[in-house]
């Protein structure tokens, strides 16, 4: 390198291209930084999205199984999209996403309701009364084992742009299942206390309405002994009349379920059961029968309604004197407080003739008698008196029994609470 011309020209080009490298070395760094920071962007923006959408799906999901009635969606061919947890809980806990309407319900009133409104694509709310309350259950046999169910079937058709905004898609169908057994029963259990009621108070009506058609009619009433005869049965009637109004209003308060509606005051057994015994002296009297009454401790104080408790008791005594109205029976009340438990014990037991086994499960339903035919002269039992005695008694919290030997011994136990008194 003898020539410093050359020597110049080679420290010019070396320092150009070094000048050039550190150019490109910068630039390639700083593209690269951007490069990384926009993917790094990118990284936080679809975890973002990807975190949201989680989110969005975990309300969608909450908001689903927060209804306690079964949903599907199910597409045009009734093949299930989506289904909250009721819905699986109703067919036994089995997938039913993909899985067709009738793979899912197996009972064919509802499938073929679900068919129908699907192809209808028409809005509707019907309600459907099944055989059984298993219509999602796989197996068949356990099917009409259980009381009869009622059932809402509420469909309608799905916008399809509010799932995914494309309206050429087919539309989707959303069918809510709703149980209302229990309201459905209610509604029977209404119906029917309203037809017997109104027959059990037509009776009277009617008998009542036939001997004033004799005393206007006919010459009854030159015949003051006969005229008295058809009053005094006028009498009983309207008497009767009177009690069933009583006691279906007592059953209605009852049945009203308010707790809050009895009185919750102290009160002592004896003196009630005194008051009772001697509200039917006359009958005992009349029947030559006789009334024993015991209590462990002597005293026995309980809290709760006192005018229920002494209804309960009063039906329950009475019975026993009016289903023997012929027999001079025996009639004991035993009362005793379990001090571990807090709970009183109350047996009411007669000789008299009894309930025949077949009947005791029923005698406590409103309107049942054991013995349904009886003279026009004689008034029957409303047949509410026991139902009473139930509801009175499982208001304080209570249970009651009864068990009979016909002829020997009848026994209506009842075990309740001695109660607390309300704050
Ligand atoms: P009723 O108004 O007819 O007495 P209840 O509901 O009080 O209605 O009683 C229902 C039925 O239970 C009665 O018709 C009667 O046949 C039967 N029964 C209740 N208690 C006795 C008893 N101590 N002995 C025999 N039968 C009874």
Redesign the pocket.
Known sequence: MDNPGITIVLLLITAVSLTCCIILWWRLTAQGKKAKAAHASNKKEHKEILTKTQAERRELKLLLNAFDDALVITNASGIIQVANEAAGKLCEGRKLRGKSISSTFLDHQICEHITKVINSGETSKQKIILSSSSFGKLNANQRNTIEESAWIIDYAPLPTTAINGNTTEPPLHRIILRNVTTEHRTDQVKREFVANASHELRTPLAIISGYLENLIDDDVLESPDVSRRILTTMRKHSERIALLIDEMLIISKLESGDAAQLNNEPFVLNETITTIIDRLSPLVQKQDATIAASYSPDQIRLIGDSFYWEQALF??IE??L???AQSPIHISINASVCSENNQVTIDIT?N????PSA?IPY??NRF????KHHSQNEV????????I?KHAIESHGGTII?T?RPGIE?T?KIICPIGTERK
Do not use: C
Request: hydrophobic fraction near 35%; aromatic fraction near 10%.
């Open positions: 039906n329950i019975n026993a009016k289903q023997n007669d008299g003739k009894g309930i009947h005698i406590f049942y008698r054991v013995q029957k039992g409303t047949g509410l008196g026991l139902s005695v009864a009979s009848t209506f």
